[in-house]
C-alpha cells in the first residue's frame, strides 16, 4: 500500500516559535484558510495586474539577496496554477539572484499593489532558468516585448509552492506618477549614477594601503571580543 505524507505547513523554525510563543493555533488557522499550495483564480487575476515585485534568493550556504522586478501590467506570465514565469533582461551583468538560483532553487516572490487594492501575495516556490529560445519552444505563447532596448535574454520559471496574503494594514496606497523610462541604456547618469557615494567610497579604500588599515579593525575587534575585566579597587 502506498503511503501520501503530506508536507507540513511551515518550517520547522516557524513551529517551534508558534509553540514558544503560544501562537500555534493562530498560525494553524491561517495555514489553512490562508495558504494555498497552487494560484486560485483572484491569485492568478492579480499577479497579471503587476507591474512590479520583489524577488528573494539565496545561493548554496544561505547567503541571501533581494532585488526587484518590474515591467508593463503582465510581466510576469501565469502559465497555469502552479508555474508562473517572467523575462530576464539586459542588466548590470552581475546576475545576483540567477547565481543564486543555479545554486539553491528556492524564491520568494513578494506583489505589493500599492495603488489600487492595497494588498500583496507572497508566491514561494522552485525556480529554475530557462534561456529565450528554450523557453519560447516549451511555451510559444510568450510574447516579445515590442519597446526597444527590453529584449528579454532569459526567464526564470517557477513552481509554485504556497501562495498566501500578505496584510493590507500597514501597505501605504500610492499615485503612479508618469515617468520616461531608458530601456537598455548603459548610460551611467539615467541609471542613477554614484547616488549612494560607493565609487567614492571605493577609490578612497583603493588609496589607504591594506596593511595601514587591517590593524586598526584587527585592534577594533579584539576589543569588541575580549570580555570586558572587572578591576577590583584596592582598599
Partial sequence: MTRI???MQGSAGERRLQQAHGTAARAQRFYDQ???DHL???MAAFVRRQEMMFVATSDAAGECDNTFRAGPAGFVHVL???HLTWPEYRGNGVMASLGNITENGHVGLLFVDFVDDAIGLHVNGRARVVEDDLARAAYPDLPVDPVPGRRAERWVLVEVQEAYIHCAKHIP???KAPRK???GTDDVRRKGGDFFGAA?????RAAVPADAVQPALLRRWLRRL???RRVTPVA
Avoid at 567614492?200 to 578612497?204: C, G, I, R
Fill in 5 to 7: 505524507v503530506e508536507k
Fill in 34 to 36: 490562508q495558504q494555498l
Fill in 40 to 42: 486560485n483564480e483572484r
Fill in 80 to 82: 497555469d496554477a502552479t
Fill in 173 to 175: 496606497r500610492m499615485a
Fill in 181 to 183: 523610462r531608458e530601456w
Fill in 200 to 204: 567614492a567610497d571605493a577609490a578612497d
Fill in 226 to 228: 575580549s570580555p570586558r
